[in-house]
Each structure stands twice: as C-alpha cells, then as structure tokens.
C-alpha cells in the first residue's frame, strides 16, 4: 500500500516570498510523483511530475519540486509567490501494485493563501 | 482540444432518486478514472477503468453506486437511490497511461436534499 502526507491543510505566505508546501510519501516500491493545483470552482491541473532521471522537477507558473528518495519528500517550492498562486494544492503517488494495476493516491490538499 | 468534458456540471435532486453523471475522456485516452471530492474526506478515487474495464472497484462505497464505460468515449456514474450523504464534487479524469498525467473534468457538484 502507499500513502501520501501532506504537511499543513493551510498555509499562508506573503506575496513575494518563498511558497514551500510538503509532502511525504510511503511506497513499496519505486514511485512516480505528481503534484496538482486546483483552483475554485474547477478540476485539478498538473503542475509537474517525477518519473525516473533527474531529481528536480520544473514545472508551470515557476514551481519546482525535488525527490529525496532518502527523506521519501517530494516538496514543492516556488521562489517568489504571487497573487495567482492561491490555490489548492495536491500531491500524488502512483505505484505498480500488481497484475497489470497502478495505484494513484492523492494526499489530502493544502490551501495556499497569498497575502498582499 | 477539447478536454474532459463532464456533465451536468450542477446537479440537484432529492434524496432517493436517480443520478446519472456523465464523462466524455480526451480522445485516445485509454485510461478513466472517477473521483469524488469533499471537505471531509477529500479527493477519493472510486473506479478506474483501462482500455474501458474497470481495473479496480474498491473505492465505490457501496452498491448504489454503479459505473460503466461502454466504449472509449464515454462512460457514466450512476447512483441509486442516492442519499444526502452523496452530496459531492465528482470528478472525471482520463490519461493516456496509467502511470501518466491525469486530465481532470470541470467536475459535477451534487447536491442531494
């Protein structure tokens, strides 16, 4: 089975400063990584994914996000924040669980607020 | 191109009656899946299907809820009788793999009363 944790249900940052939202997963075996933006009232969007090679991901609207096999992180970053980045914000593991299926467990979202 | 195109996208209706929600996926997906979507719970998977067949069940809670995917391009949500509980966001989304970037509906926000 896998898991996905996400640290914080809300979190606020000032326009302009570093947005630093944290995820933890638990997966038997190696793990495809995905972090997702939903915006009020739509459905979720793929902001960047991990699959194999490089470790840091860039992905749209300027946020990043590395994998730390070691610490089973997968944190995402964005240097400055802006207005339009407020949001939801879900992270999500896929695994190969066995004969032919994959799993895709979403964690629980964090709410990114932006204040001016 | 069009994306995941879900409908209705609002739904009202009163406890006990039928509800059928529909999902078309991006052409050439091979993989739908249906979520639901609540404040308390989250964002749940419950039903995937590839290459239309359904591959994993488990997250429908229970026998009132039914899905189909009668061909590659459309695929419906059914519950009945539907109950207060089942008030949600319920969303589509289709992928070209299993391992591969979800595309996600606009969702359908359920309201049963």
């Known amino acids: 089975a896998q898991s996905v944790t996400q640290l914080g249900s809300h979190v606020s940052v000032s326009e302009g400063a570093l947005v630093l939202l944290r995820c933890n997963y638990s997966?038997?075996?190696?793990?495809?990584l995905f972090w997702y933006v939903q915006y009020p009232n739509q459905g979720l969007q793929l902001l960047l994914k991990?699959?194999?090679?490089?470790?840091l991901v860039k992905g749209i609207n300027g946020f990043e996000a590395e994998f730390k096999k070691s610490e089973t992180s997968f944190h995402l970053t964005k240097p400055s924040a802006h207005m339009s980045d407020a949001a939801e914000y879900f992270c999500a593991v896929s695994a190969y669980s066995g004969a032919g299926s994959y799993q895709l467990t979403f964690g629980k979202g964090t709410k990114l607020s932006v204040i001016p | 191109d069009a994306g995941v195109i879900q409908s209705p996208r609002h739904e009202v209706t009163e406890m006990g009656q039928e509800v059928t929600l529909r999902c078309k996926p991006i052409?050439?997906?091979?993989?739908l899946f249906w979520y639901r979507q609540t404040m308390m719970r989250g964002l749940e998977l419950l039903i995937y299907f590839n290459n239309n067949v359904p591959i994993d069940d488990s997250g429908m809670p229970e026998d009132r809820f039914s899905a189909k995917m009668p061909n590659a391009s459309f695929s419906t949500l059914k519950i009945q009788p539907s109950e207060p509980r089942d008030s949600a966001v319920y969303f589509c989304?289709?992928?070209?793999?299993?391992?591969?970037?979800?595309?996600f509906g606009e969702g359908s926000r359920l309201t049963v009363l």
């Open positions: 989304a289709s992928s070209l793999v299993l391992t591969g970037e979800l595309f």
């Open positions: 997966s038997s075996v190696p793990p495809y």
């Open positions: 991990y699959t194999t090679g490089a470790t």
């Open positions: 052409s050439g997906h091979n993989s």
